[in-house]
């Protein structure tokens, strides 16, 4: 079936270091890729979206990385500061929204 | 300008109690979806509705979870006779395109079922 999952469930990093949030997905057709953002008490966040004629776009300190061939999407968060503790969701637009496990990132001062 | 709205933003029930769940999306949003967040885990599609009409209830879990949206706005999760597994956080989300791109969360209301 259709699936989206994450190689690693919780990240910590430094505060001003780089950060790399990984995704697997198994739906070869979908053709939009999201990633959210998730505080604590709230709803996600769209931060960034690619569409799978690309394999690379940029954002305000973000960028998100598309690999077709072995099915693998990236967000890379630079300089990354306290604000960005969150957990992180891939999610892919095939008909309907659907979204990975997440990964918790924390981010220490 | 506002957000999506939900309420309560928390709901104690004692298992086989009815609960009813608010959304309010932006206003003017044509499309209006619900998902069900087990904890650490992401969002699944519920249902969704355009304006009015039901139009996905693929994702509801049972026949004792049911939608509404009469006026094409406020939007109504009524579960029935709840369980423990109904245990887990609601969000609502909208969107203005008639597709699924470009939804705006709410806050979620969290359901506890003891």
């Known amino acids: 079936g259709e699936s989206v999952g994450l190689h690693l469930p919780t990240l910590s990093v430094q505060e001003g270091d780089n950060s790399i949030i990984n995704c697997a997905y198994s739906?070869?057709?979908?053709?939009?890729f999201i990633w959210y953002k998730q505080e604590s008490g709230k709803g996600p966040q769209f931060i960034i979206d690619?569409?799978?004629?690309?394999d690379k776009r940029q954002g305000q300190r973000v960028t998100v990385l598309l690999n077709k061939t072995v099915k693998h999407l990236s967000l890379q968060i630079a300089a990354t500061q306290p604000g960005d503790s969150a957990v992180y969701f891939c999610?892919?637009?095939?008909?309907?929204?659907?979204f990975g496990q997440g990964t918790e990132l924390s981010v220490k001062p | 300008g506002a957000g999506v709205s939900q309420s309560p933003r928390y709901k104690v029930a004692k298992r086989g109690q009815d609960v009813a769940l608010r959304c309010d999306p932006i206003?003017?949003?044509?499309?209006l979806f619900w998902y069900q967040q087990a904890l650490g885990q992401g969002p699944e599609f519920l249902t969704y509705?355009?304006?009015?009409?039901?139009?996905?209830k693929s994702g509801l879990p049972s026949d004792r979870f049911f939608a509404e949206r009469p006026e094409g706005s406020v939007s109504t999760l009524k579960i029935q006779r709840t369980q423990q597994e109904d245990s887990a956080v609601y969000l609502c989300?909208?969107?203005?395109?008639?597709?699924?791109?470009?939804?705006?969360f709410g806050p979620g209301t969290r359901l506890t079922v003891t």
């Open positions: 509705f355009q304006n009015e009409a039901q139009l996905d």
């Open positions: 690619i569409r799978s004629n690309m």
């Open positions: 989300a909208s969107s203005s395109r008639t597709d699924s791109y470009e939804q705006y």
């Open positions: 739906n070869s057709a979908s053709d939009y």
């Open positions: 999610a892919f637009l095939g008909g309907k929204l659907i």
């Open positions: 206003s003017g949003h044509v499309s």
